[in-house]
């Protein structure tokens, strides 16, 4: 039988585990807008970016990234992922945790939420609206149809004078009358997919990230820290298990040796 890849990086998070523990390293959560990852052409401010293991160029405000063929994953406020699809096109706003505000230009972005603290703010703007996140949860927008989904969480739209609450599950058409419908939130297509795999691959990092923390005398706060095993980011949380949308789990250092 192959050794599939969710084999290798199960076995990879284990053996980082029993042998360098303290290899982890903070991040400073001071701003939203890290390029975590990009897979294909992606530009930032109309320059094209490539992977290379540990450098993240950060989208400043008002500068735009967007991908042509190809995707990209940008850290938001600590436990918050927006992941764009491709031919999509997004502007920061105000890159504050107080204020995050994010444009969504062209294109589709998937938000994924695994913790929103108390005082970080995430606002996706798209069509003239406004989508405030007010739940972890999944959320999708398509700014060139003005289709919103909320496949778990919950998020208000201001649009003018008008407010509307989405909850799991329900879905809105942006720049119209807003009206909450419901659609099947368990059928997923290729972004979601790949939004999936890329949060399995973040939970498989906090594992040893989370556990390096623990030994090198606990974590402060929720934030993100660098996992060098897997060369990528993972969010560890302050306190106790946090689910992602998709399943996976986020250990804190106090829990992981539960």
Not at 19 to 41: D, T
Not at 110 to 130: H, P, Q, R, Y
Not at 164 to 185: I, R
Request: glycine share 8%; aromatic share 8%.
């Amino acid at each position: 039988m192959k050794t599939t890849i969710r084999q290798l990086a199960v076995v990879v998070a284990v053996l980082s585990l029993a042998l360098v523990p303290a290899a982890a390293q903070n991040a400073i959560s001071a701003r939203s807008g890290m390029v975590h990852y990009v897979e294909g052409r992606v530009l930032l401010a109309d320059k094209a970016l490539e992977s290379k293991f540990g450098q993240f160029p950060e989208v400043k405000e008002k500068q735009v990234l967007r991908t042509e063929a190809g995707r990209a994953e940008i850290l938001l406020t600590p436990g918050v992922f927006l992941r764009l699809d491709e031919n999509a096109a997004i502007r920061m706003i105000t890159s504050r945790l107080i204020d995050t505000r994010v444009e969504i230009e062209g294109g589709t972005a998937m938000i994924e939420a695994v913790e929103l603290l108390k005082d970080n703010n995430v606002t996706l703007v798209a069509k003239g609206s406004a989508v405030v996140l007010r739940k972890s949860g999944l959320y999708r927008i398509n700014a060139d149809t003005g289709q919103t989904r909320v496949y778990q969480g919950e998020a208000v739209i201001e649009q003018g004078r008008d407010r509307l609450t989405l909850k799991s599950a329900q879905e809105t058409m942006l720049g119209t009358v807003l009206v909450a419908q419901k659609f099947d939130n368990k059928v997923g297509d290729p972004l979601y997919r790949w939004g999936k795999r890329r949060s399995e691959y973040m939970a498989m990092a906090n594992v040893s990230g989370s556990r390096s923390l623990l030994d090198r005398g606990g974590w402060m706060a929720s934030g993100w820290s660098f996992n060098p095993y897997f060369g990528m980011f993972t969010f560890v949380p302050y306190r106790g298990v946090l689910r992602s949308p998709y399943g996976f789990s986020y250990w804190s250092p106090r829990e992981i040796m539960r």
